[in-house]
């Protein structure tokens, strides 16, 4: 048999209520159809998970998946997929960090977690050799301190532990898995769903490497990129500021989200900034496994009422949960809640969602504090914000309420409350106001996870330099294409599809989004190719890669038929089409139905699927080498039978 390269070749399959643990062979073929990461674990999860299971209930699996880059000298990424309990639909996210690196030194791609425990359990993986171990001295502990724990036991400071702090064992809906301290596999309930198999962790040890095919080429093409990248305007702020200076530079643009999506301008907000950040509490820079770009930091507060809050980990997205989008500009409560996050599991942008709404209710009088355990809740209050995050993560009081996220808090409610919710496909939206943005907003509304920007954001939309707006254009086929108020039909639907493609690329493959053209550094679809032909020794064009992304995503929108989703679901919500914007350069914005709606009829045409459905037509599939999945949707008369 040849060689592995890339990939390792195995896939761990373990049982919980049986308490087995089984080593399954990688197929090559299956390897190179789905590639790895977001595309094999989706492909398993679509094989192994009947239409409407229970979320939290034994049938559901999670799904652990690195991608040839992962260990590599461009990523340590991995990927956990799984039905989410926050949608019903697809649940599935990315992170970096160290975890998965260390999951392919010890032996592994993928990991398929089945069935639930009876008693708190975790998995310990050391290099190939595999255990169910005892986890009752962990369960109650947050994830700093299981890490600390999981490598005093084992004497190894290198041990890279994947778990879930006390929101995923209380099954708080959007609770998340952390791993590296802050790097979390967030969004969509992947720590809910963990914490409902009573699996409080994954540990991973490895020294088994990983064989590159042409290690001299790819260290020539890892060189030639990083060379590229330092010359784009992007290497002149990205890797010194990371995701924190997206506040001020979003400002400008009116996309910050305020005060639960009011409007896109805050006073104070010169105090919360990316730079404001840099100069006052960031102490040393921070990379995942892999990473030129360095854009994580560790950070100190050194003085005033939250003196000694330090930690590391901080992107725009707990600036604005924390911060804009709950009227708060004391950097310092939002460095400490970012912390509470981090220990407790909880998905940042859920957590200051489900806070914001609240403030929201509170202040509209839909709720009162007879609701809120006699605490009144105003906005810019900081303290609230952290004693909201405990009783939150403990199902405590209120926080029982806010632990179900945004929507369905809103329906538990009730009283307006359902109005006062952003959301897609019941995801609320990780912090970039899309009203005045359509082809962001078609981003947001076809992502088969719901609304974020992770999936595809059509970013040459608001991109300002000349050189990257024509080329855009040029590339769509329409000048409509950078013109942020336009419902183009055409061009931004391909533009979207386009982005889509990069990004479940980047998934699949494990390298970050941030050092691609996703964020302006140049290294595009071609190149991600190339970098996979010298790491695995089979050709990887760009031709070829599209296919293999239509492939998944096509999966991925099946998955979410099977499981009810309908055209209306790839639609705006309400209040993003009725409710104008309240303030900032684009006050006034909202999203027209009927316009939104003939562009998102372009998309489908230029996707493959049926205008009037948004289902893939059978062709699609066919032609995508799926016509099992096919034969699925024709059984439940969602397509038509045949080709």
Same mark, same amino acid.
């Given at each position: ?27 090559? %073929? &299956? $390897? ?8 094999? /674990?989706? +492909?398993?999860?679509?094989?192994? !998970? ?122 708080? %809906? &959007? $609770? ?8 979390? /596999?967030? +969004?969509?309930?992947?720590?809910? !769903? ?450």
């Amino acid at each position: 048999m040849a060689e592995w390269c890339g990939w390792v070749g195995r896939i761990l399959d373990v049982d919980l209520s049986r308490g087995t643990i089984k080593e399954l062979p990688l197929d090559r %073929r &299956f $390897a190179e159809t789905y590639l790895g990461g977001r595309g094999i /674990n989706m +492909r398993l999860l679509y094989d192994n !998970v009947k239409p409407g299971i229970d979320p939290l209930g034994p049938e559901n699996v999670l799904l652990i998946g690195t991608g040839p880059l992962t260990g590599t000298a461009v990523g340590g990424r991995c990927q956990v997929t799984t039905k989410s309990p926050m949608t019903g639909l697809l649940g599935d996210s990315n992170a970096g960090g160290f975890f998965g690196a260390s999951l392919k030194y010890a032996g592994f791609d993928h990991v398929i977690v089945r069935g639930q425990s009876r008693t708190p359990v975790y998995l310990w993986i050391d290099d190939g050799r595999v255990e169910i171990r005892d986890a009752g001295e962990l369960w109650g502990q947050d994830t700093w301190r299981i890490t600390d724990m999981i490598r005093q036991r084992e004497r190894d400071e290198n041990i890279q532990v994947m778990g879930i702090g006390q929101a995923g064992e209380n099954q708080v %809906r &959007f $609770a998340c898995i952390i791993n590296s301290i802050s790097r979390a /596999n967030g +969004r969509t309930g992947t720590g809910a !769903v963990m914490g409902s198999k009573r699996l409080k962790a994954i540990a991973a040890r490895g020294r088994r490497g990983i064989k590159i095919a042409d290690p001299r080429t790819f260290k020539d093409l890892v060189w030639q990129f990083m060379n590229g990248a330092r010359k784009s305007p992007t290497f002149e702020w990205y890797p010194k500021y990371g995701t924190p200076i997206l506040t001020e530079v979003k400002e400008k643009m009116g996309t910050v989200p305020v005060k639960n999506w009011a409007g896109s301008e805050l006073p104070g907000t010169e105090n919360i900034t990316g730079k404001a950040f840099y100069e006052r509490y960031a102490v040393k820079h921070r990379a995942c496994h892999g990473c030129w770009a360095h854009c994580d930091h560790y950070y100190t507060v050194k003085d005033g009422p939250w003196k000694g809050t330090a930690g590391p980990g901080l992107e725009y997205e707990s600036v604005n949960a924390f911060g804009s989008r709950c009227g708060n500009t004391d950097f310092g409560s939002i460095l400490a809640a970012n912390n509470l996050a981090n220990q407790y599991g909880l998905d940042v942008v859920s957590a200051g969602g489900a806070i914001a709404l609240a403030m929201d209710l509170y202040e509209r009088g839909i709720i009162t504090e007879a609701d809120t355990d006699g605490v009144p809740l105003r906005w810019g209050d900081g303290q609230l914000i952290v004693d909201l995050l405990h009783k939150m993560a403990r199902r405590e009081g209120f926080g029982d309420i806010l632990a179900e996220g945004p929507y369905w808090m809103a329906q538990r409610i009730g009283r307006g409350a359902p109005a006062r919710v952003m959301h897609n496909k019941k995801l609320d939206p990780t912090a970039v106001e899309i009203r005045g943005y359509k082809g962001y907003a078609l981003s947001y509304t076809t992502s088969t996870r719901g609304a974020d920007h992770l999936r595809g954001l059509l970013k040459t939309e608001a991109m300002g330099h000349a050189h990257i707006r024509a080329e855009a254009q040029k590339k769509f086929g329409s000048a409509g294409v950078t013109d942020p108020g336009a419902y183009d039909p055409e061009g931004k639907p391909r533009g979207v599809q386009w982005y889509q493609h990069l990004s479940l690329i980047a998934d699949m493959a494990e390298i970050c989004k941030f050092n691609t053209f996703w964020v302006g550094f140049p290294i595009y679809i071609e190149d991600i190719g190339k970098m996979l032909t010298a790491v695995t020794g089979v050709e990887f064009t760009e031709q070829q890669l599209v296919e293999v992304a239509e492939r998944v995503f096509n999966i991925e929108k099946a998955y979410n038929i099977r499981e009810g989703f309908t055209r209306e679901d790839d639609m705006p919500c309400e209040r993003q089409m009725t409710e104008p914007l309240g303030s900032g350069p684009l006050k006034g914005e909202y999203l027209d139905r009927e316009k939104f709606a003939r562009m998102l009829e372009g998309y489908y045409r230029i996707t493959g699927g049926d205008p009037t459905t948004g289902f893939p037509l059978p062709e699609t599939l066919h032609r995508l080498g799926l016509p099992d999945v096919a034969a699925d949707l024709a059984a439940l008369g969602k397509i038509p039978k045949g080709r």
